[in-house]
């Protein structure tokens, strides 16, 4: 019995040495320097920054709110090889309370304005392949305010120029090109959206520093495009309509038609704000945002 306990313990131990040898080959074969980002904006951003020394990943499927993905365990050992982790603070990535990362490794990007963050109240629903989930505590969609979508792209900027110096000036240089593209965007709401008392109401609430930053008077709903409008959400938006008379409806992603012809049949306009949480079917993060902006001056 003895002897057999030995060798299950010597077996257990040499399995632990081949795993972590493994893990360590890994990282030491690698040619170029990995950054690990939690959404698509916070990818697009380093992907324009990053020199070609360095591998930018974005590991959550198309199908999947990135806020809201769980990885699985081999998923998470990779965004602990890496060399740097990029964040998007306010609470986004909820898997990030559970799993044990490398500190000196994590960015924050949201922490030079983290005393500004929107902090709200929500009731829980059920949302795509994720099942049921709350927005209740910090409001997540920073980068729909350009301002702080600029900070959080300096934020990338300091810690790539750390991660790889000699690169410095180029880094310097695309966040520069990276900052005015923003910068051009965030005139632009500014310009376009002058009514700033004309009610709006929002499918999702994921517009809260959108409709902050460029003076929206917004209130939301919990929907989904593609959900069925049944009798009690036909409550709920003819409620909020009593209070908040609107011809707008906003939606982060393209409902389905039954849903269009039913906000139709209460005269209101249906218009498609993307959030651009997770990658555009087409063109990128400034082309989404170039698209959500040319929707707006039609609306307004």
Request: glycine fraction near 4%; charged fraction near 25%.
């Amino acid at each position: 019995m003895l002897k057999k306990l030995l060798f299950t313990f010597v077996l257990i131990v040499m399995m632990n040495g081949c795993n972590e040898s493994k893990e360590q080959i890994q990282t030491e074969d690698r040619t170029s320097k990995e950054v690990y980002t939690v959404n698509y904006p916070l990818y697009y951003f380093t992907q324009r920054m990053a020199p070609k020394s360095v591998q930018v990943v974005y590991p959550v499927p198309q199908d999947v709110d990135p806020a809201f993905w769980q990885p699985n365990t081999e998923e998470i050992l990779s965004f602990a090889q890496a060399d740097l982790i990029i964040l998007n603070g306010a609470d986004y990535a909820k898997w990030r309370s559970t799993a044990s990362l490398p500190e000196s490794k994590l960015v924050n990007t949201s922490k030079a304005f983290e005393k500004e963050l929107i902090h709200i109240e929500s009731a829980d629903h059920t949302h795509g392949p994720g099942g049921e989930h709350s927005h209740a505590g910090t409001a997540f969609t920073t980068w729909l305010d350009m301002q702080q979508a600029i900070k959080q792209a300096e934020a990338i900027k300091n810690a790539l120029v750390r991660l790889e110096p000699e690169h410095k000036a180029q880094i310097e240089q695309s966040f520069l090109e990276l900052k005015q593209e923003l910068q051009q965007l965030d005139t632009s709401f500014k310009n376009v959206i002058k009514d700033q008392e004309q009610p709006i109401i929002a499918s999702h609430p994921v517009y809260q520093y959108f409709a902050r930053a460029y003076g929206l008077n917004l209130k939301a709903l919990l929907w989904e495009p593609e959900m069925k409008i049944d009798a009690k959400a036909k409550a709920d938006i003819k409620t909020l309509l009593a209070v908040h008379p609107t011809k707008v409806m906003m939606w982060e992603g393209k409902p389905v038609a039954e849903n269009i012809e039913y906000i139709r049949s209460l005269g209101l306009k249906n218009i498609v704000i993307d959030p651009c949480m997770n990658r555009p079917e087409h063109g990128d993060f400034i082309t989404q945002m170039q698209e959500n902006l040319k929707i707006f001056k039609k609306a307004y």
